[in-house]
């Protein structure tokens, strides 16, 4: 049984920073490569992020590159998204995703 939790959200000022994790299980985790989606209130859920199964090759949305970070740890079965210099507009719900599965999401407040 694919289970996919994530944690770390909560309410954060802008310019502040995050870490999400996603911890996995009920599969071979170090074989699939995984994602981090979001959906804002009223929004479509978008593509955040992408890492490959070894965590040497990422890809990002134009609207967070240089400013998010998705990295792995395969011996700990778990998926990360640092997110630096966060904007109001990064306010969302976000998911972690494997291929054909996704997290129930952590909610992410970015305010004064």
């Known amino acids: 049984q694919v289970q996919l939790v994530e944690s770390g959200g909560g309410l954060v000022q802008p310019g502040g920073s995050v870490r999400l994790s996603c911890a996995a299980s009920g599969f071979t985790f170090r074989n699939y490569a995984m994602s981090w989606y979001r959906q804002a209130p009223g929004k479509e859920r978008e593509l955040v992020a992408t890492?490959?199964?070894?965590?040497?090759?990422?890809n990002y949305a134009d609207s967070v590159k240089g400013r998010f970070t998705i990295s792995r740890d395969n011996a700990k079965n778990t998926v990360y998204l640092q997110m630096n210099s966060l904007k109001p507009e990064d306010t969302a719900v976000y998911y972690c995703s494997r291929q054909g599965y996704w997290g129930q999401g952590t909610q992410v407040t970015v305010s004064s």
């Open positions: 890492i490959n199964y070894s965590g040497g090759i990422t």
